[in-house]
């Protein structure tokens, strides 16, 4: 079904109209919900219903807050505070490995059975060097990096943020050391989420939409996601051409990203669209992504994602969750993407080409690449602990900052999760 953008709404008004579906919600709160929007709740997650009489009143608190006072004031007052912004993250990173020479791994001339029996293997490895780097909460880490300077020392951060984008890129994938890792990371996020179901990337800045889409899409099954808790909040956030803002200021909190950065992005309004579904609320940032890639208008649209492929890697993955809409963008996305490659027929480095062979999967639009020939790359790039490079994933990489503004993202755990995703892909390739 449709998903509803207002779940509750839609509850209370059903309630009022159908008395026995009345008695089910109070009776039986969890499963009736179930039933009617076809899906599973999250283990331990309990609902209660109220019926308030004329002589009865409910008054709903909301839930106390994760953090302390004084850490709560620590985050407003520290906002500038570079001192600050290190306690958010960890332990300096270690300088970066280079990336493997690619090496031909023979498999090109062997039959696609094989060769998807190797990628298979491929992926089992990567698994195992991804669950290596999670911590004990199921955090994914990555690595906070100055492009221009690498002399500034590099950090471990742990934003659900993070976690959210690599999880989702692990959806695909029914290994069951992959469904392990993607329920502990669930767990992580409803642990960092704040009420009424958003989420912040370092503690002194604002909520994000960003953060908040991707890390609701990862936990749809959450009663604060699924009854749209969190949707008023960010529907809020639109600008008057109706496009979805990345930060999402709240009324008391300081001003920490002054007003020029709050602008409408497109990877962050393709996110939200992928979580909110396909609604009048979403028209207008639907037709504005519409418009960006009808006119070829994408490349440097983006201030938070370096690479023209990884925009379309988001446009698509929205594309397949909210379908029919924007389905009548496929023929021109299958070609915008297969023209970023260069006169060696390749989409740059293997980020790149991970994002690049999933989007073309999502648009079905594969059969127009050498799914052999790219599962090889893949493989020959492979390092023997699973991993493949840390490489820049996104990150504000505006020049008018200078060195200051010039700050990546990236890990080998992200890049390795990109490339996951896209071998579960050219698997299906070489089988069909």
Known sequence: MKKPIDATDLLILKAGEDSDFRERLLGNTKSTIEQEFGVTLAQGQEIHVHEETDGATHLVLPPRSKRTEEEREAARTGAASLEFLRKTMYDPAPPIRPPLEPASTGLRSVSSE???????????????????????????????????????????????????????????????????????????????????????????????????????????????????????????????????????????????????????????????????????????????????????????????????????????????????ALDQLRPVLADRILSLRDDKGEFGNILQTAQAVSALYNVGSLDRIDAKREAERFMGLQRHDGSWPELLAFGDQLLKWGVVGQIGHGSEAVTSAFCIEALESLIEALKA
């Open 114 to 324: 094989t060769l998807a029996e190797a990628a298979r293997e491929s992926i089992r490895r990567g698994l195992v060097f991804v669950e290596s780097t999670l911590d004990g909460n199921g955090a994914w880490h990555c690595i906070r990096f100055n492009v221009a300077d690498p002399d500034i020392p590099r950090h471990f951060e742990r934003p659900a943020f993070v976690s959210a984008l690599c999880v989702l890129a692990l959806d695909s994938c029914d290994e069951a050391r992959a469904r392990a890792i993607c329920a502990a990371t669930r767990t992580h996020l409803v642990n960092t989420m704040e009420y009424p179901g958003l989420w912040r990337y370092y503690r002194h800045l604002p909520q994000d939409l960003d953060s908040t889409s991707l890390c609701s899409l990862v936990l749809a099954s959450h009663p604060w996601i699924l009854l749209g808790r969190n949707v008023p909040r960010i529907l809020a956030n639109r600008d008057e051409e109706g496009r979805f803002l990345t930060w999402a200021l709240a009324e008391d909190e300081p001003d920490v990203v002054s007003t020029f950065r709050i602008e409408a992005d497109p990877v962050v309004n393709a996110n939200v669209i992928a979580y909110l579904g396909d609604h009048p609320e979403t028209r207008d940032a639907k037709e504005w992504l519409e418009a960006l890639v009808t006119l070829g208008s994408l490349d440097d649209s983006s201030k938070w994602y370096p690479d023209t492929v990884a925009i379309y890697y988001a446009i698509t993955r929205a594309m397949i969750r909210v379908r029919p």
